[in-house]
């Protein structure tokens, strides 16, 4: 069993903070606890795995954040081509959280997951060209245009 929206079953989900979930496909909103992720990240389900990351970036009630192991969550998903998670680990590249700061990568996992359709990270590319790396307006309006129409 891997995690799913609750309402039409579908996988493509965002993660927003630790355990909320947005459904891509119908727009509907669920929460998966922090034990079901558990055992489903350890399965290799990737977008758990983004889930637990979710949680080791926000830091809980009883834990501080631990930005080195969102990235190590991150990652496993990533690597899965979970393109949730690729958005997840360029922003900790772009803000140095766990990472030295690095604008480059953090271009570089925002275009995976553009690649990948993730709307988000779409819209990370134009800041990274507009604010971080080179000024590129043009690129920026681009990438801002094409999340407008998506």
């Known amino acids: ?3 799913h929206c609750e309402n039409c079953g579908a996988r493509d989900i965002e993660t927003s903070d630790a355990g909320d979930c947005l459904c891509l496909q119908c727009k509907s909103e669920f ?10 990240a350890n399965a290799g389900d990737p977008a ?13 009630d009883i834990y501080d954040p631990n930005y080195t192991e969102a990235m190590r969550s991150y990652m ?3 690597e899965q081509e979970y393109p949730t998670a690729m958005r997840k680990v360029a922003y900790l590249h772009e803000y140095g ?11 570089a996992w925002y275009t995976k997951a553009a690649a990948k359709g993730n709307i988000r990270a779409l819209c990370s590319v134009g800041v990274i060209h507009d604010q971080r790396l080179d ?14 129409e998506a």
């Open 31 to 40: 929460h998966v606890n922090f034990e079901d992720c558990i055992h489903q």
């Open 97 to 107: 959280l766990g990472v030295p700061q690095d604008f480059h990568q953090a271009l």
């Open 48 to 60: 758990a795995q983004t889930i637990i990351g979710d949680y080791y970036r926000d830091g809980t």
């Open 135 to 148: 000024d590129e307006m043009e690129k920026a309006a681009t990438c801002y245009r094409f999340a407008a």
């Open 1 to 3: 069993m891997h995690i």
């Open 76 to 78: 496993a998903a990533a």
